[in-house]
Each structure stands twice: as structure tokens, then as C-alpha cells.
């Protein structure tokens, strides 16, 4: 079945420094969304990308769907203590199939 | 966030005891999920529906049963719970199945 993957697995800055986080899906996807959710917290929708190559942006968050629509990536620039928690991204293989999931990126920012 | 509510927000039980965990939303969205979140495994879905009475089954339904008989309300059961069963439990709605998801503020459930 399809799987969602990340890394890293956890990721400690300092504050000011980028952050970037990598999702990999073993299927092409028909879209990828970006969650984060604060420690003791829920998740929460960050964004959605649909198309080949497609690059937003939110402020100092830059989110990248690949070419081939089977890897994503969320880069933070100057990482701030707000950015703590943990990025999910999750991966649909057509708009009717469930979303799956990836185990998430824990970021830590040191003051 | 406004819109999606669960409930209890905490409970302890005992093993073998049912436990029914409740998502209410009154954003009217059809779709309506149902997600263990457990360290190591992230977020796995149980159960999911996509409109009253219509329902079917994530990838973690064992030993779980759900039922929508409205809109706005989607119910987890665990039949007799286990202490595998501990776990943050995660309510998420859709406007539409492949749109972000609106999670609940979760129920931390515990099987003694």
C-alpha cells in the first residue's frame, strides 16, 4: 500500500537558523498537505499543493511539491520559538483515496 | 478550532469496558474521520464517513466500530477496550475528501 515518509525525524536549531523537512511517498500523488501541530496540541491544516513543481509561500514557510509528484519538502527561514512542534505531511494517490499520513518531523528551536 | 468538538477531552477506563468517544461538528461538512495518534506511528486512521450512515474503514479499525445516524455527529465505539487501545485520539472533518482536514482538540484515552 501506499507510504508516506519523513525526515528527519527530529531536528534541533538554533533560533535564526532554516529548517527544512522532507516527504517522500512510494506512489505519485494527486496532492500533499503540510500540517503542524504544537506540543499537546492538534493539527492543523497549513496548506494544500496539487500541481507538478509547485512552490508557496506563508510568510518564512516555503512549501515545494516536486516534479514527479511524489516528494514534498517544507523549508522554515529564520526559525523562530512559534515554530516549535511537529510537521506532518500527507499524501492523497487520487482525490478519492484517504489521505495518508507521513510519521512527522519534530522541530526544536533553542532560544 | 470552532466548529469540531470532542469529547470527553480525558478518560480513564478499564479493560473490557465499552468506551464511546464523540466528534461533533456544526460545520456541515460531509466528510468525518476518526485518527489514533500514537508516538512512533503518527497519525493512523480508524474509521472515517462519508455521510450519514455511510462509513468505512481505515487502516486501524480493528476492535473499533463507528456510526453517523447525523450530519453533525460521528461516534467511536470501543467494543471492550484494551491497553493497546491507549492512545490521543483525533477527530478531522472535510468540506470535501481531498481538501485539508479540521481536527478536534483530541481525547486522551487511557485502558488500565
Known amino acids: 500500500g501506499q507510504q508516506v515518509m519523513q525526515i528527519p525525524q527530529y531536528q534541533h536549531v538554533q533560533e535564526g537558523e532554516d529548517f527544512t523537512t522532507y516527504c517522500n511517498s512510494s506512489?505519485?500523488?494527486?496532492?500533499i498537505q503540510w500540517y503542524k501541530q504544537r506540543p499537546g496540541g492538534h493539527p492543523v491544516f497549513l496548506i494544500q499543493?496539487?500541481?507538478?513543481?509547485e512552490v508557496k509561500k506563508q510568510k518564512r514557510l516555503t512549501f515545494q511539491f516536486g516534479e514527479a509528484k511524489k516528494n514534498s519538502s517544507l523549508h522554515i527561514t529564520a526559525t523562530q520559538t512559534t515554530d516549535v512542534g511537529t510537521y506532518f505531511c500527507?499524501?492523497?494517490?487520487?482525490?478519492?483515496?484517504?489521505?495518508?499520513f507521513g510519521p512527522g518531523t519534530s522541530l526544536s528551536v533553542i532560544p | 478550532d470552532a466548529g469540531i468538538t470532542q469529547s470527553p477531552r480525558h478518560k480513564v477506563t478499564e479493560t473490557g469496558t465499552p468506551v464511546t468517544l464523540r466528534c461533533h461538528q456544526t460545520?456541515?461538512?460531509?466528510?468525518m474521520y476518526w485518527y489514533r495518534q500514537d508516538p512512533g506511528h503518527g497519525l493512523r486512521l480508524i474509521h472515517y464517513?462519508?455521510?450519514?450512515?455511510?462509513?468505512d474503514k481505515g487502516e486501524v479499525s480493528d476492535g473499533y466500530s463507528v456510526s453517523r445516524s447525523k450530519t453533525e455527529d460521528f461516534l467511536l465505539t470501543l467494543e471492550s477496550a484494551t491497553s493497546s487501545q491507549t492512545s490521543v485520539y483525533f477527530c478531522?472533518?472535510?468540506?470535501?475528501?481531498?481538501?485539508?482536514?479540521?481536527f478536534g482538540s483530541g481525547t486522551r484515552l487511557t485502558v488500565v
Open positions: 478531522a472533518i472535510s468540506r470535501q475528501g481531498s481538501y485539508g482536514y479540521t
Open positions: 506512489t505519485t500523488l494527486s496532492n
Open positions: 499543493l496539487v500541481k507538478s513543481g
Open positions: 500527507a499524501g492523497q494517490a487520487t482525490s478519492y483515496d484517504k489521505v495518508i
Open positions: 460545520e456541515n461538512h460531509r466528510y
Open positions: 464517513s462519508y455521510g450519514v450512515k455511510d462509513t
